[in-house]
C-alpha cells in the first residue's frame, strides 16, 4: 500500500458525459501528479500540483482540468468524453527531494 | 525537456537466470533521480529502487541493483535470480532535483516475461 487513495475504482460512463476522479495523496506529501495510461502505452503526464497551485503541465486535453484543494486531495475532472479517454488514470505523489508514489489508480471506460 | 529512452520493448528470461533492463537519458542537469518501477498484471505502478545522481554508488535492493553510468546517462536494470513474479512491464523514469514543477519523465517500458 503507497498511501495514495484513488476513488473510484472503476467507473462507466457514456460518451459527452462528465467524471470527477478523486486523489488522496500519502499524509505530508505537497505534490501531486496526474497521468493517464491507455491500453498497453506507458504513462502520460497530465498534470501537476504543488500546495494548491498547478507547477507543471503536460498532454492534458482542454476538456480536462484539475485542482487541488486545501487540504492536499485532488480532483480530475474529465468532461465531454470520447470513447478515446478510455484508460487507466493514476495519481501520484511526493514530498520534497522524494519519490513519486502511486495511487492505484481509477479506470474509465466510456462506451 | 528531459527525455528517458527504453530501447528493448519487449525481454524474456528463464526463471533463477538474470536479465538487464536497458534505459539511457538526456538531461543537461547535474543533479537529479532516476527510478525504475514496475507495474505487474495487476497495474498498479510498484517502486522497485532509486538512484540519487551524486552518489556514485550503484542502488541495490535484495535481487535488483542498477548500473548507473552517469557519462553515458545511462541506468540500467539487474534482476538476479528472476522469478516468477518478476514478469511486469518496468518503466525507467527520471526526476530533476532542480527542476521547479518537479516532473518526473518516464520511458516507454520494457515488458519483462519470465519463462518457468
Known amino acids: 500500500d503507497s498511501g495514495v487513495t484513488q476513488t473510484p475504482k472503476h467507473l462507466i460512463t457514456a460518451t459527452g458525459q462528465r467524471v470527477t476522479l478523486r486523489c488522496s495523496p500519502r499524509?505530508?506529501?505537497?505534490?501531486v501528479y496526474w497521468y493517464q495510461q491507455s491500453l498497453d502505452q506507458g504513462l502520460q503526464f497530465l498534470i501537476q500540483?504543488?500546495?494548491?497551485?498547478?507547477?507543471a503541465k503536460g498532454n492534458i486535453l482542454e476538456r480536462f482540468s484539475a485542482q487541488q484543494f486545501p487540504d492536499l486531495h485532488s480532483e480530475l475532472n474529465l468532461s465531454s468524453l470520447e470513447l478515446g479517454d478510455s484508460a487507466l488514470y493514476f495519481c501520484a505523489s511526493s514530498g520534497e527531494g522524494d519519490t513519486q508514489y502511486f495511487g492505484p489508480g481509477t479506470r474509465l471506460t466510456v462506451l | 525537456a528531459q527525455t528517458v529512452t527504453q530501447s528493448q520493448p519487449e525481454m524474456s528470461v528463464q526463471e533463477a537466470e538474470t536479465v538487464t533492463l536497458s534505459c539511457t537519458y538526456d538531461t543537461s542537469e547535474s543533479d537529479y533521480y532516476l527510478f525504475w518501477y514496475k507495474q505487474p498484471p495487476s497495474r498498479q505502478m510498484i517502486l522497485v529502487i532509486r538512484?540519487?545522481?551524486?552518489?556514485?554508488q550503484n542502488a541495490t535492493e535484495n535481487r535488483f541493483s542498477v548500473n548507473f553510468q552517469k557519462a553515458a546517462k545511462s541506468f540500467s536494470l539487474k534482476i538476479s535470480d528472476s522469478q516468477l513474479g518478476d514478469a511486469a512491464m518496468y518503466f525507467c523514469?527520471?526526476?530533476?532535483?532542480?527542476?521547479?514543477?518537479?516532473?518526473?519523465?518516464f520511458g516507454t517500458g520494457t515488458s519483462l516475461t519470465v519463462i518457468p
Open positions: 499524509s505530508g506529501d505537497l505534490s
Open positions: 538512484q540519487e545522481a551524486y552518489k556514485q
Open positions: 500540483y504543488y500546495n494548491g497551485e498547478e507547477r
Open positions: 523514469a527520471y526526476r530533476s532535483e532542480w527542476n521547479t514543477g518537479n516532473q518526473f519523465y
